[in-house]
């Protein structure tokens, strides 16, 4: 698969993110539900589909299922994201406004950059420490620099083993954003009060 292909792939996931904000949005505004709800439901939603998601075969890129769990994921990281900056004008004072906003955003990027790292380093670390004793220094160097044209140039038997490390990698990539999604819930909570806060 090229890099253009496994970038399509991800257009379900960009789309329902945005929508899962939307959506969050219209609920909190709209309807007076208090975020912190959303918020909740959103966590929930990427627990399950990421649970799923980690116990699934992996090693056929066209299996629908896939992309429902795109969906889902995107739709509860955009409830998530709605929830933050909805509750933001809610518990923040006004003259505090302009700097809370610009912290919510630098620990929303951090927090991808920190999830990311840690992901990419387990996943390569593990790759790397499963294929050592089978292929040379070059080619675990070219796995990580041009991984499609280093894996064709194998034979049928290694090939095949190291796609499986791949996936295997895949998966415990998969259990650290699980993890990410369980501690996200867990913050959601430190926001429930009695009574709730809603959007203005």
């Given at each position: ?17 945005a ?112 294929v ?10 070219g ?36 993890g ?21």
């Amino acid at each position: 698969m090229s890099p253009l292909q496994a970038g399509i792939r991800l257009i379900p996931f960009a789309v329902s993110g945005a929508v899962g904000a939307a959506l969050c949005a219209v609920v909190c505004k709209n309807h007076r539900v208090a975020p912190v709800y959303p918020g909740l439901v959103g966590g929930i939603l990427q627990i399950i589909a990421l649970a799923f998601l980690s116990r699934s075969d992996l090693y056929d890129a066209d299996w629908p299922g896939l992309l429902g769990l795109e969906v889902v994921i995107g739709i509860g990281y955009g409830l998530c994201l709605g929830t933050t900056s909805l509750l933001n004008p809610a518990v923040v004072e006004k003259r505090d406004m302009a700097i809370s906003s610009a912290t919510l955003t630098q620990f929303r990027f951090l927090g991808g950059v920190l999830t990311v790292s840690i992901g990419t380093a387990v996943g390569n670390t593990r790759v790397r420490d499963a294929v050592e004793g089978i292929l040379s220094p070059e080619q675990i160097l070219g796995l990580f620099t041009s991984v499609q044209t280093t894996i064709a140039s194998l034979p049928n038997d290694i090939q095949s083993l190291v796609r499986k490390q791949f996936v295997e990698s895949f998966n415990l990539q998969i259990n650290i954003l699980l993890g990410f999604a369980v501690a996200s819930v867990l913050t959601t909570l430190l926001f429930w009060k009695k009574p709730q806060i809603t959007v203005p």
